[in-house]
Protein backbone atom coordinates (compact mmCIF):
# COMPACT_ATOMS: atom_id res chain seq x y z
CA UNK A 1 0.00 0.00 0.00
CA UNK A 2 1.09 3.31 -0.57
CA UNK A 3 2.62 5.52 1.75
CA UNK A 4 0.99 8.88 2.42
CA UNK A 5 2.22 12.21 3.51
CA UNK A 6 0.12 15.12 5.58
CA UNK A 7 1.54 18.16 7.30
CA UNK A 8 1.28 18.10 11.04
CA UNK A 9 -1.06 20.82 11.68
CA UNK A 10 -3.35 22.82 11.05
CA UNK A 11 -5.68 25.79 12.14
CA UNK A 12 -8.95 26.87 10.69
CA UNK A 13 -11.57 29.34 11.90
CA UNK A 14 -15.25 28.17 13.04
CA UNK A 15 -17.55 28.19 10.14
CA UNK A 16 -14.75 28.54 7.94
CA UNK A 17 -14.02 25.61 5.60
CA UNK A 18 -10.80 23.31 6.46
CA UNK A 19 -8.87 22.11 3.82
CA UNK A 20 -6.88 19.30 4.62
CA UNK A 21 -4.15 18.06 2.14
CA UNK A 22 -2.55 14.78 2.10
CA UNK A 23 -0.17 13.95 -0.92
CA UNK A 24 -0.25 9.95 -1.84
CA UNK A 25 2.57 10.13 -4.61
CA UNK A 26 3.01 6.30 -5.37
CA UNK A 27 -0.44 5.51 -4.89
CA UNK A 28 -1.39 2.50 -7.42
CA UNK A 29 -4.50 2.01 -10.05
CA UNK A 30 -6.80 -0.49 -7.85
CA UNK A 31 -6.25 1.54 -4.32
CA UNK A 32 -8.47 3.97 -2.92
CA UNK A 33 -8.04 6.80 -0.30
CA UNK A 34 -9.41 6.42 2.66
CA UNK A 35 -9.84 9.28 5.56
CA UNK A 36 -10.25 8.88 9.22
CA UNK A 37 -10.48 11.26 12.16
CA UNK A 38 -9.89 10.56 15.88
CA UNK A 39 -11.06 12.64 18.75
CA UNK A 40 -9.20 12.38 21.76
CA UNK A 41 -9.37 9.33 23.85
CA UNK A 42 -11.47 7.80 21.07
CA UNK A 43 -11.11 5.17 18.78
CA UNK A 44 -10.58 6.85 14.94
CA UNK A 45 -14.03 7.53 12.51
CA UNK A 46 -14.10 7.29 8.58
CA UNK A 47 -15.29 9.60 7.01
CA UNK A 48 -14.97 9.33 3.29
CA UNK A 49 -13.53 7.07 0.45
CA UNK A 50 -12.81 7.78 -3.03
CA UNK A 51 -10.66 6.40 -6.00
CA UNK A 52 -10.43 9.04 -8.34
CA UNK A 53 -13.96 11.06 -8.67
CA UNK A 54 -14.71 13.73 -6.29
CA UNK A 55 -17.12 12.56 -3.23
CA UNK A 56 -19.33 13.65 -0.95
CA UNK A 57 -21.48 12.90 1.74
CA UNK A 58 -23.14 14.46 4.84
CA UNK A 59 -19.62 14.76 6.71
CA UNK A 60 -16.82 16.11 3.88
CA UNK A 61 -15.64 16.36 0.23
CA UNK A 62 -13.05 14.31 -0.96
CA UNK A 63 -10.76 16.25 -3.85
CA UNK A 64 -8.69 13.60 -5.83
CA UNK A 65 -6.72 15.59 -8.36
CA UNK A 66 -6.77 13.51 -11.96
CA UNK A 67 -3.30 12.35 -11.46
CA UNK A 68 -4.03 11.05 -8.04
CA UNK A 69 -1.21 11.64 -6.33
CA UNK A 70 -2.80 14.36 -4.03
CA UNK A 71 -6.12 14.46 -2.51
CA UNK A 72 -7.59 16.83 -0.09
CA UNK A 73 -10.30 16.51 2.37
CA UNK A 74 -13.27 19.69 2.59
CA UNK A 75 -14.70 20.45 5.45
CA UNK A 76 -17.31 22.66 4.37
CA UNK A 77 -18.29 24.72 7.57
CA UNK A 78 -16.09 23.56 10.31
CA UNK A 79 -17.52 23.21 14.07
CA UNK A 80 -15.24 23.07 17.49
CA UNK A 81 -16.04 19.43 17.64
CA UNK A 82 -14.25 19.22 14.19
CA UNK A 83 -10.95 19.57 16.12
CA UNK A 84 -9.60 16.07 15.96
CA UNK A 85 -6.38 14.35 14.02
CA UNK A 86 -6.90 13.47 10.40
CA UNK A 87 -5.61 10.62 8.97
CA UNK A 88 -5.34 10.07 5.48
CA UNK A 89 -4.41 6.41 3.90
CA UNK A 90 -4.94 4.49 0.84
CA UNK A 91 -5.71 0.90 1.12
CA UNK A 92 -6.03 -1.70 -2.36
CA UNK A 93 -9.73 -3.78 -1.85
CA UNK A 94 -7.92 -6.68 -3.61
CA UNK A 95 -9.25 -8.68 -0.18
CA UNK A 96 -6.16 -8.94 1.04
CA UNK A 97 -5.66 -8.36 5.09
CA UNK A 98 -2.41 -6.54 4.73
CA UNK A 99 -1.24 -3.70 7.18
CA UNK A 100 -1.83 -0.16 6.69
CA UNK A 101 -0.03 2.37 7.67
CA UNK A 102 -1.60 5.18 9.86
CA UNK A 103 1.00 8.23 9.80
CA UNK A 104 0.60 11.05 12.18
CA UNK A 105 -2.22 12.41 10.51
CA UNK A 106 -3.28 16.13 10.80
CA UNK A 107 -4.19 17.91 14.12
CA UNK A 108 -6.86 20.27 12.84
CA UNK A 109 -7.67 22.75 15.65
CA UNK A 110 -11.18 24.65 15.35
CA UNK A 111 -10.78 28.02 16.91
CA UNK A 112 -13.50 30.23 17.88
CA UNK B 1 -26.14 -2.48 17.15
CA UNK B 2 -23.62 -3.34 15.02
CA UNK B 3 -20.06 -2.73 15.92
CA UNK B 4 -16.76 -3.58 18.10
CA UNK B 5 -16.44 -4.12 22.04
CA UNK B 6 -13.25 -3.60 23.87
CA UNK B 7 -13.36 -3.70 27.26
CA UNK B 8 -12.12 -2.43 29.99
CA UNK B 9 -11.88 1.09 28.47
CA UNK B 10 -8.98 1.10 31.19
CA UNK B 11 -7.24 -1.17 32.59
CA UNK B 12 -3.88 -0.84 35.48
CA UNK B 13 -1.42 -3.61 35.72
CA UNK B 14 1.78 -4.22 37.99
CA UNK B 15 4.90 -4.41 36.58
CA UNK B 16 5.81 -8.51 35.68
CA UNK B 17 1.96 -9.36 35.16
CA UNK B 18 0.25 -10.40 32.12
CA UNK B 19 -2.73 -8.87 31.13
CA UNK B 20 -5.46 -9.78 28.25
CA UNK B 21 -7.17 -6.80 26.44
CA UNK B 22 -11.00 -8.05 24.86
CA UNK B 23 -12.32 -7.31 21.12
CA UNK B 24 -15.29 -8.69 19.85
CA UNK B 25 -17.04 -7.95 17.46
CA UNK B 26 -20.42 -8.39 15.74
CA UNK B 27 -19.74 -7.01 12.18
CA UNK B 28 -19.32 -10.35 10.49
CA UNK B 29 -16.05 -8.85 9.38
CA UNK B 30 -13.40 -11.20 8.17
CA UNK B 31 -10.33 -9.20 9.26
CA UNK B 32 -9.05 -7.74 12.81
CA UNK B 33 -6.42 -5.42 14.04
CA UNK B 34 -4.73 -4.69 17.37
CA UNK B 35 -2.78 -0.96 16.57
CA UNK B 36 -0.85 1.06 19.86
CA UNK B 37 -0.85 4.57 20.33
CA UNK B 38 1.34 6.52 22.16
CA UNK B 39 0.62 10.09 23.45
CA UNK B 40 0.67 12.28 20.08
CA UNK B 41 1.99 9.64 17.82
CA UNK B 42 -0.08 7.49 15.65
CA UNK B 43 -1.78 4.07 15.20
CA UNK B 44 1.38 1.22 15.09
CA UNK B 45 0.22 -2.33 13.80
CA UNK B 46 0.88 -4.94 16.47
CA UNK B 47 -1.08 -7.65 14.83
CA UNK B 48 -3.80 -8.77 12.39
CA UNK B 49 -5.73 -11.78 11.70
CA UNK B 50 -7.74 -12.53 8.02
CA UNK B 51 -8.81 -15.58 9.30
CA UNK B 52 -10.05 -18.32 12.38
CA UNK B 53 -7.05 -20.04 14.05
CA UNK B 54 -4.39 -17.28 11.44
CA UNK B 55 -2.82 -14.44 12.84
CA UNK B 56 0.78 -12.46 11.60
CA UNK B 57 2.95 -9.75 13.37
CA UNK B 58 2.65 -6.21 13.06
CA UNK B 59 5.15 -3.57 12.92
CA UNK B 60 5.72 -4.07 17.03
CA UNK B 61 4.53 -7.88 17.77
CA UNK B 62 7.12 -8.38 20.80
CA UNK B 63 6.02 -8.87 23.99
CA UNK B 64 2.54 -9.19 23.00
CA UNK B 65 0.24 -12.26 21.77
CA UNK B 66 -3.49 -13.17 20.23
CA UNK B 67 -5.68 -15.67 19.40
CA UNK B 68 -8.21 -15.78 17.32
CA UNK B 69 -10.40 -19.13 17.64
CA UNK B 70 -13.84 -17.80 16.58
CA UNK B 71 -14.44 -14.99 14.04
CA UNK B 72 -15.74 -12.47 16.33
CA UNK B 73 -12.87 -12.54 18.81
CA UNK B 74 -9.45 -11.34 18.67
CA UNK B 75 -7.56 -11.31 22.44
CA UNK B 76 -4.70 -9.33 23.00
CA UNK B 77 -2.38 -10.24 25.74
CA UNK B 78 0.38 -7.93 27.11
CA UNK B 79 2.87 -9.81 28.52
CA UNK B 80 5.51 -8.98 30.96
CA UNK B 81 8.48 -9.37 28.06
CA UNK B 82 6.63 -5.99 26.71
CA UNK B 83 8.69 -3.49 28.48
CA UNK B 84 6.90 -0.45 28.38
CA UNK B 85 3.00 -1.42 27.47
CA UNK B 86 1.61 1.71 29.19
CA UNK B 87 -0.50 2.92 25.97
CA UNK B 88 -3.98 3.33 24.34
CA UNK B 89 -4.71 -0.08 22.50
CA UNK B 90 -7.00 0.10 19.74
CA UNK B 91 -9.35 -2.66 18.06
CA UNK B 92 -10.16 -2.73 14.15
CA UNK B 93 -11.94 -4.59 11.81
CA UNK B 94 -12.29 -5.01 8.40
CA UNK B 95 -14.92 -6.00 5.40
CA UNK B 96 -12.02 -7.60 3.09
CA UNK B 97 -14.67 -8.20 0.42
CA UNK B 98 -15.99 -4.59 0.78
CA UNK B 99 -14.45 -1.10 -0.31
CA UNK B 100 -15.21 0.60 2.66
CA UNK B 101 -12.38 0.79 5.33
CA UNK B 102 -11.47 -0.21 8.99
CA UNK B 103 -14.43 0.28 12.09
CA UNK B 104 -12.16 0.65 15.14
CA UNK B 105 -13.18 0.12 18.90
CA UNK B 106 -13.26 2.59 21.77
CA UNK B 107 -9.75 1.83 22.86
CA UNK B 108 -8.39 0.25 26.06
CA UNK B 109 -6.11 2.86 28.06
CA UNK B 110 -3.59 0.99 29.60
CA UNK B 111 -1.45 1.77 32.66
CA UNK B 112 1.41 0.12 34.85
CA UNK B 113 1.60 1.08 37.72
Known amino acids: DAKTTQPPSMDCAEGRAANLPCNHS???????VYWYRQIHSQGPQYIIH???NNETNEMASLIITEDRKSSTLILPHATLRDTAVYYCIVRSTSGSARQLTFGSGTQLTVLP | DGGITQSPKYLFRKEGQNVTLSCEQN?????MYWYRQDPGQGLRLIYYSQIVNDFQKGDIAEGYSVSREKKESFPLTVTSAQKNPTAFYLC????????????FGSGTRLTVV
Open chain 2, 92 to 103: ATLNLQGRYGYT
Open chain 2, 27 to 31: LNHDA
Open chain 1, 26 to 32: TISGNEY
Open chain 1, 50 to 52: GLK
